[in-house]
Every structure is written in structure tokens, then in C-alpha cells.
């Protein structure tokens, strides 16, 4: 391995890649930073644009050094082989192994909050650990919006009065995201592309910088919407909206080419899952012999028009689980996520023979005893993920409205026709208490006048159920209302006065439009809105 540069070139990388940090430890439910936040290298400003990411649970901030890899500073060499990344620093020598707890600093072992991480390229390191060990003086004003970062020999810190808050708090820079859909060809890839790589690569290059260009930093593409997959599998066909044909498989990888491609502009990348929805109708003629109607018929139903995987059945439960960990194992994914798709919100849903056979003992009513399919599915898949992978992101995205205040006095002041809990058999409450998952994303696609399910008045419900837990907040909006004649929704102003509404509410962390198409068709003006609202509060 070769190094060269100095000292200097080290730190001031580091700092290129701190972004806007809002501190370096705390809890994850902090504010939103008031004021944009300023970094110091021995009393010189310097400008960041660069957002690092946090490990969910552990609040340590990881500092991506691909720019040093790839010949930018100095310092740093990368063991792909051994996954091991070397930080040289005259009489300091520190390696720090990717999955390992321990770093090595002079032939020292020494605990690591976090370890180090590869994704797509991009090293990652923990950045208290490593400035520490450079020698580096951390300080974080709370007040002023400071991180002051001084070397042994560099001048005093820059001179605040004293933090009166309440401690220094790591905080990612908000999430801004999109659901894309395949499902259809709603979002990507194009009917019209269909067998055709290049011509699906340039609509993806496209997709995301339209969306980045609106300022979202986030995409949360879903990769299996009948059963299929947009990605080489073991267990599940190719899908049919890749080539028009199910099980054919396109002269790519799909889901390779997009994550280098958003990773490439410094976005996240979420695997989106419709977990127990098998087909979007009753055709099954057209379904590749390695589709899960063809290969395990016993654990289908049919409701609505449509084909589901029971999730009563511990075995096909297991199979979706199986599926998901195929991504999660073999891409540099940044988040699982799941939607709604548990059980469906109306009609029957024939599964009196599965309940006899697996709620033998009679303890449970049929309500409760489909709750605890969900609930046990959720927790076990998180569990999968993240015992093979603790930093990525792992959460659900359930309708907006858990139980109306009149069914349940705990529940949210509204007349929803339809609730998570009640008809799709959603116990979101329990996931949160209980931190199944890292984040919850509701889908809250009414307007602040809307009265039977306020738009404020939703939000503040789910602040307060993910209060005092781990789980972060992020909410999903509907742009494709915009325009629309529903209540509130005649101006392009409603998602932006949606937005500031989250400002108000230290719980929000991030927000998520579904989905990319509407966002691109721009209705009414909102791609300008969107634009002016995160210039200003980038």
C-alpha cells in the first residue's frame, strides 16, 4: 500500500465530509437545527457538502472517505480483500476491520461503537473515534450551531458563549425521499422500455436527477411488486416490468446499476417491499413457473381480485423473509422498507381453515391472532436484517390512521373509514413500543383542512407514539392529491404548508412523497415550491 500527503489533507477530508452534523451523540428525537451549522478546522471555517449518515440505534456519525480512496488526500488505504481500511498518521498507524468491534491503533486493540462500512464503494468510519485518535479537540455548541474541530498545535476554539441546552446530539441531515413504483410501469421502468437496458438506465439517470434537483436526497424504489423481482433471485421470477414477460431476464442488473447510480449522488437507497401482495390480479396463465402461485399454491388467497401469501402460514412467512434477505445480503442497500401490503383493507379474506390449524388452542380471536402474524413477521424480519446488517435502515410505511379516538380512546381524532389496526391488521403501536423497526413512515395523504383526518392532527398522534422510543418519524405525503378536487388540495401550497406544520414537531425527521411521477409532473408549480422550501432550509 502506498500513502502520501500529510496530516492536514487528512483532517480537512474528514471535515469536507461532515456535512450538516448536528452534533456527535444524543438522542435520535433532537429538533431540527434552527440555524445552519458551521464547522471549524483550528478556527477557519470550512465548507462541508457532504452529509455523513448515523447508525440507527448507536448514534455514531459515519464519515465517508471514498474521496480519500479514490487518490483525493492522503493517508488512507483500503484492503478490499480484507475489507480493512489503514489510517496512517506519522507515528500513528490505525486499521479498523469491516463487522470487527475493535480497532487497531499502534497494535492496541480498542472498542468501536461502530465498526466500519463499506457501501458501494464508500468507505465509512466512525468520525469521534478517528478524530480522537488523530488527536483531534471535538466541540459542539448547541446554541450557535458550532462543531470546532482543533489540532494540537492550531489556535484557540472559536470563541461562543456557553451551551445552556441540553448536550450535544447527533443528527442526520433530514430525510427527503420518494417512493418510486414499478408496479404498472407508474414510476420506472417505461412500458415503452421494456427489453431495453440502456433506454431503462437513462429513464432511471433521469428520475433521480429531476428528484435530487427538487432537493430530496432519498428514493425508496420497490423492488417486488407481483410476486417478481427486479433483481437476480434464487426464489422469485425475474419481473414482467422489465421485459413484458415474467421470468425473462433483462442483459442487466437492475438493481446493481441503481444503487451505484444513486449512491453516485451522495442519495440513499431504500429496498421497498410489497410483502404479502403475490399478484395485482387473478391471471395466473401468465405466471413464470417459479412464481409462488405455481410453487406453493397452499399458501395463496384470494381476495379483492387479487392473489396474497397468507400470512397466517409460519413457512410463508419465512419465504418473504428468505426474499428480502437475498437484497439485503447481496446489495449495498441503505434501508428495507415496507408498505401497507399485510392484510387487505377490504373484502374477505378466506383463512378459517389456516386458523384452526395454527390457533389450535383457541386463545386468540381471529383479529388478534391476525395481528400476531403480522406482529411476529415484522419483528423477525428486522431481526434478520439486523443481525446481517446493523446499519441499514429497517421500517414500514402503514396507513396513516392507527384507530379512530372513537373505537379506541388512545387512538387518533378521526373518522377514517379504514384504520391499520382494524382492517389491515397493523398493530403499529406494538412495533414502535417495542422498536421491531427503526423508523415508522405513515401515510398521512390528507390536507390540513381535510376535517375527517386532519393533517395536523395526525402527525401530532405519531409524534407521540414514537416519543421516547428509538424509532424515528418520517411521514408520507401525496403529492398526487395536488390539483385534485378533495378538500385542501387546490394549491401546490398544501404540501409546503405541510412541511413547515413538520418543522414544529421535534419528532419529524424526514418526509416521503409518493410518489416520483407526480413529483416530476410538477402539479401546480410544486416542483418550484419544493425547490425554494429546501434551498432555504438546506
Given at each position: 500500500?502506498?500513502?502520501?500527503?500529510?496530516?492536514?489533507?487528512?483532517?480537512?477530508?474528514?471535515?469536507?465530509?461532515?456535512?450538516?452534523?448536528?452534533?456527535?451523540?444524543?438522542?435520535?428525537?433532537?429538533?431540527?437545527?434552527?440555524?445552519?451549522?458551521?464547522?471549524?478546522?483550528?478556527?477557519?471555517?470550512?465548507?462541508?457538502?457532504?452529509?455523513?449518515?448515523?447508525?440507527?440505534?448507536?448514534?455514531?456519525?459515519?464519515?465517508?472517505?471514498?474521496?480519500?480512496?479514490?487518490?483525493?488526500?492522503?493517508?488512507?488505504?483500503?484492503?478490499?480483500?480484507?475489507?480493512?481500511?489503514?489510517?496512517?498518521?506519522?507515528?500513528?498507524?490505525?486499521?479498523?476491520?469491516?463487522?470487527?468491534?475493535?480497532?487497531?491503533?499502534?497494535?492496541?486493540?480498542?472498542?468501536?461503537?461502530?465498526?466500519?462500512?463499506?457501501?458501494?464503494?464508500?468507505?465509512?468510519?466512525?468520525?469521534?473515534?478517528?478524530?480522537?485518535?488523530?488527536?483531534?479537540?471535538?466541540?459542539?455548541?448547541?446554541?450557535?450551531?458550532?462543531?470546532?474541530?482543533?489540532?494540537?498545535?492550531?489556535?484557540?476554539?472559536?470563541?461562543?458563549?456557553?451551551?445552556?441546552?441540553?448536550?450535544?446530539?447527533?443528527?442526520?441531515?433530514?430525510?427527503?425521499?420518494?417512493?418510486?413504483?414499478?408496479?404498472?410501469?407508474?414510476?420506472?421502468?417505461?412500458?415503452?422500455?421494456?427489453?431495453?437496458?440502456?433506454?431503462?438506465?437513462?429513464?432511471?439517470?433521469?428520475?433521480?436527477?429531476?428528484?435530487?434537483g427538487m432537493g430530496l436526497n432519498a428514493v425508496f424504489v420497490q423492488l417486488r411488486p407481483s410476486g417478481d423481482a427486479l433483481y437476480p433471485s434464487a426464489l422469485v421470477p425475474w419481473s414482467k416490468y422489465l421485459t413484458g414477460t415474467q421470468g425473462k431476464a433483462p442483459?442487466?442488473?437492475?438493481?446493481?446499476?441503481?444503487?451505484?447510480?444513486?449512491?453516485?449522488?451522495?442519495?440513499?437507497?431504500?429496498?421497498?417491499?410489497?410483502?404479502?401482495?403475490?399478484?395485482?390480479?387473478?391471471?395466473?396463465?401468465?405466471?413464470?413457473?417459479?412464481?409462488?402461485?405455481?410453487?406453493?399454491?397452499e399458501w395463496i388467497v384470494e381476495s379483492g381480485g387479487k392473489l396474497y401469501i397468507n400470512p397466517g402460514i409460519p413457512a410463508a412467512r419465512q419465504h418473504i423473509i428468505d426474499t428480502v434477505m437475498e437484497v439485503v445480503n447481496g446489495y449495498a442497500v441503505d434501508g428495507?422498507?415496507?408498505?401497507?401490503?399485510?392484510?387487505?383493507?377490504?373484502?374477505?379474506?378466506?383463512?378459517?381453515?389456516?386458523?384452526?390449524?395454527?390457533?389450535?388452542?383457541?386463545?386468540?380471536?381471529?383479529?388478534?391472532?391476525?395481528?400476531?402474524?403480522?406482529?411476529?413477521?415484522?419483528?423477525?424480519?428486522?431481526?434478520?436484517?439486523?443481525?446481517?446488517?446493523?446499519?441499514?435502515?429497517?421500517?414500514?410505511?402503514?396507513?396513516?390512521?392507527?384507530?379512530?379516538?372513537?373505537?379506541?380512546?388512545?387512538?387518533?381524532?378521526?373518522?377514517?373509514?379504514?384504520?391499520?389496526?382494524?382492517?389491515?391488521?397493523?398493530?403499529?403501536?406494538?412495533?414502535?413500543?417495542?422498536?421491531?423497526?427503526?423508523?415508522?413512515?405513515?401515510?398521512?395523504?390528507?390536507?390540513?383542512?381535510?376535517?375527517?383526518?386532519?393533517?395536523?392532527?395526525?402527525?401530532?398522534?405519531?409524534?407521540?407514539?414514537?416519543?421516547?422510543?428509538?424509532?424515528?418519524?418520517?411521514?408520507?405525503?401525496?403529492?398526487?392529491?395536488?390539483?385534485?378536487?378533495?378538500?385542501?388540495?387546490?394549491?401546490?401550497?398544501?404540501?409546503?404548508?405541510?412541511?413547515?406544520?413538520?418543522?414544529?414537531?421535534?419528532?419529524?425527521?424526514?418526509?416521503?412523497?409518493?410518489?416520483?411521477?407526480?413529483?416530476?409532473?410538477n402539479p401546480l408549480g410544486l416542483i418550484a415550491a419544493l425547490r425554494q422550501y429546501y434551498g432555504a432550509a438546506s
Amino acid at each position: 500500500m502506498k500513502f502520501k500527503g500529510t496530516r492536514q489533507w487528512l483532517m480537512l477530508m474528514l471535515i469536507s465530509c461532515i456535512g450538516i452534523v448536528a452534533g456527535l451523540g444524543g438522542a435520535a428525537g433532537q429538533a431540527r437545527a434552527a440555524a445552519e451549522i458551521r464547522i471549524y478546522l483550528d478556527g477557519v471555517l470550512v465548507e462541508a457538502d457532504v452529509a455523513p449518515y448515523v447508525v440507527p440505534k448507536l448514534n455514531v456519525t459515519m464519515v465517508p472517505l471514498r474521496f480519500i480512496s479514490e487518490g483525493i488526500g492522503a493517508g488512507i488505504a483500503w484492503d478490499q480483500q480484507s475489507k480493512t481500511v489503514t489510517i496512517i498518521d506519522g507515528s500513528s498507524t490505525i486499521t479498523m476491520t469491516s463487522g470487527a468491534g475493535t480497532a487497531s491503533v499502534n497494535g492496541r486493540a480498542i472498542a468501536l461503537d461502530a465498526t466500519v462500512q463499506s457501501r458501494a464503494g464508500r468507505i465509512m468510519v466512525p468520525l469521534r473515534f478517528v478524530s480522537e485518535q488523530l488527536g483531534l479537540t471535538v466541540l459542539w455548541n448547541q446554541k450557535d450551531q458550532i462543531i470546532t474541530l482543533l489540532s494540537p498545535t492550531g489556535p484557540s476554539p472559536v470563541p461562543v458563549e456557553p451551551d445552556a441546552g441540553t448536550g450535544g446530539g447527533t443528527q442526520p441531515e433530514e430525510l427527503r425521499g420518494a417512493w418510486v413504483s414499478t408496479v404498472y410501469s407508474l414510476d420506472w421502468p417505461s412500458t415503452s422500455s421494456y427489453g431495453k437496458s440502456e433506454q431503462q438506465k437513462a429513464e432511471y439517470i433521469a428520475l433521480l436527477d429531476d428528484l435530487q434537483g427538487m432537493g430530496l436526497n432519498a428514493v425508496f424504489v420497490q423492488l417486488r411488486p407481483s410476486g417478481d423481482a427486479l433483481y437476480p433471485s434464487a426464489l422469485v421470477p425475474w419481473s414482467k416490468y422489465l421485459t413484458g414477460t415474467q421470468g425473462k431476464a433483462p442483459d442487466y442488473d437492475p438493481l446493481a446499476f441503481m444503487i451505484e447510480e444513486t449512491h453516485k449522488r451522495g442519495m440513499t437507497f431504500h429496498a421497498w417491499f410489497n410483502p404479502f401482495r403475490a399478484t395485482v390480479d387473478q391471471k395466473v396463465d401468465a405466471l413464470d413457473p417459479l412464481h409462488v402461485a405455481n410453487t406453493h399454491p397452499e399458501w395463496i388467497v384470494e381476495s379483492g381480485g387479487k392473489l396474497y401469501i397468507n400470512p397466517g402460514i409460519p413457512a410463508a412467512r419465512q419465504h418473504i423473509i428468505d426474499t428480502v434477505m437475498e437484497v439485503v445480503n447481496g446489495y449495498a442497500v441503505d434501508g428495507v422498507h415496507l408498505d401497507d401490503y399485510f392484510y387487505p383493507s377490504s373484502g374477505t379474506f378466506p383463512d378459517d381453515a389456516t386458523f384452526a390449524m395454527y390457533n389450535a388452542s383457541g386463545m386468540l380471536s381471529k383479529g388478534d391472532w391476525r395481528r400476531n402474524n403480522i406482529n411476529t413477521f415484522v419483528r423477525e424480519l428486522g431481526e434478520a436484517v439486523h443481525q446481517a446488517k446493523p446499519d441499514v435502515q429497517y421500517g414500514i410505511s402503514p396507513f396513516g390512521v392507527w384507530r379512530n379516538k372513537s373505537v379506541d380512546a388512545t387512538g387518533s381524532d378521526t373518522k377514517a373509514g379504514v384504520t391499520a389496526y382494524d382492517n389491515m391488521y397493523a398493530d403499529v403501536r406494538t412495533w414502535i413500543k417495542q422498536e421491531y423497526i427503526d423508523y415508522v413512515a405513515p401515510q398521512i395523504y390528507w390536507s390540513l383542512s381535510f376535517s375527517a383526518a386532519r393533517y395536523d392532527t395526525l402527525v401530532d398522534w405519531w409524534a407521540r407514539e414514537v416519543r421516547g422510543t428509538d424509532v424515528d418519524l418520517y411521514i408520507g405525503h401525496s403529492p398526487y392529491k395536488v390539483g385534485t378536487t378533495e378538500a385542501g388540495w387546490q394549491s401546490a401550497q398544501e404540501i409546503i404548508s405541510q412541511l413547515r406544520y413538520n418543522e414544529q414537531v421535534d419528532e419529524v425527521a424526514g418526509d416521503i412523497f409518493f410518489s416520483a411521477k407526480d413529483l416530476r409532473r410538477n402539479p401546480l408549480g410544486l416542483i418550484a415550491a419544493l425547490r425554494q422550501y429546501y434551498g432555504a432550509a438546506s
